[in-house]
């Protein structure tokens, strides 16, 4: 139940409905309990991922190259948009945000991170050679990858980074979210079928739940874990650089590797018969 108050002398408005979806980010609590997800929040550890993300006018990355930034502490992104902007994105350790600011006094944290990968990365400075950086760093943080309820069992349902969140570095967030939020639907509309003449408000919602959670699982538990590696690599570089001549013996891998991030997926393709009143080829036409 939701009330909504008029700020003049309205009366107030009270909404109800049977089935509550949380599609806030990870790093907010669900609106209801907003208090208490604020009491609740852990301090700041070392290891907490900070998101910085910039746009480019200028830049000279390749259509089509979504170069992967790796680096001590961090992991990071580059691809080129729509009009022609690049983005750079990337997540790096509060520790080591903290140990480079310490190394560039009067540096802002996105500066003061953007050296560090710079330094690392020695394509960052090639890419944004004479690029003109479009609005404002943007950031957000902590990170907090993970998988968590997508069914509460009080009528809560929830999708995209409330139900799980991948580490950003296979870049699945808003699929994710789409995806989730179909499958729920999905499950959501069939119930509400089946029910029949049983009002909506009054089933149980104890078996929709427990499906959309296998189904969630199922889609995206395998995404998260592999994200999961792959950012731990990528902030390791010499790990990372030990990875690199399997792949280019068995670059296969890689194919299998976007298989389990859901990259890739095959679909019945449904064969295409023509209409038994059409010919197959118009009169005066072969081939």
């Given amino acids: 139940m939701c009330t ?8 107030d408005v009270e909404l109800h409905a049977p089935v509550v979806i949380d599609a806030h980010g990870s790093w907010e609590p669900a609106p209801r309990n907003a208090g208490a997800g604020r009491a609740r929040r852990r301090p700041h550890r070392g290891s907490d991922l900070l998101a910085f993300k910039s746009t480019w006018r200028g830049a000279s990355l390749e259509p089509g190259l979504l170069p992967v930034l790796a680096f ?3 992991y990071g992104g580059i691809v080129l948009g729509d009009h022609g902007l690049t983005t750079l994105a990337f ?8 140990a480079v600011r310490a190394q560039s006094p009067g ?9 560090h990968v710079e330094a ?3 394509r960052v400075p090639d890419v944004l050679h004479g690029a003109e950086m479009v609005g404002p760093w943007l950031a957000v943080g902590p990170l907090q990858p993970g998988i968590r309820k997508a069914w509460r069992g009080d009528g809560a349902f929830a999708i995209g980074n409330a139900a799980g969140e991948a580490h950003p570095i296979l870049g699945e ?5 789409i995806q989730s939020a179909w499958l729920l639907c999905d499950r959501l509309i069939a119930h509400r079928r089946n029910a029949g003449a049983v009002r909506f408000a009054n089933a149980n919602l104890s078996a929709v739940g427990h499906d959309y959670s296998r189904d969630w699982r199922s889609a995206f538990a395998s995404r998260v874990r592999l994200a999961a590696a792959c950012a731990h690599l990528a902030m390791r570089p ?25 990259k890739v997926r095959q679909a019945a ?19």
């Fill in 269 to 287: 393709v449904a064969p295409c018969v023509p209409p038994a009143t059409q010919p197959l080829h118009s009169p005066g036409v072969h081939g």
């Fill in 120 to 122: 690392a990365c020695a």
């Fill in 72 to 74: 001590t502490g961090g």
């Fill in 173 to 177: 967030g808003m699929s994710m979210a």
């Fill in 238 to 262: 010499h790990a990372a650089g030990i990875l690199l001549p399997v792949l280019q013996h068995w670059p296969v891998m890689l194919t299998l590797a976007a298989r389990a991030a859901g």
């Fill in 4 to 11: 909504l108050s008029r700020a003049d002398a309205g009366a």
């Fill in 107 to 115: 540096s802002t944290a996105a500066q003061a991170a953007m050296a």
């Fill in 91 to 98: 997540c790096i350790r509060r520790d080591v945000l903290k």
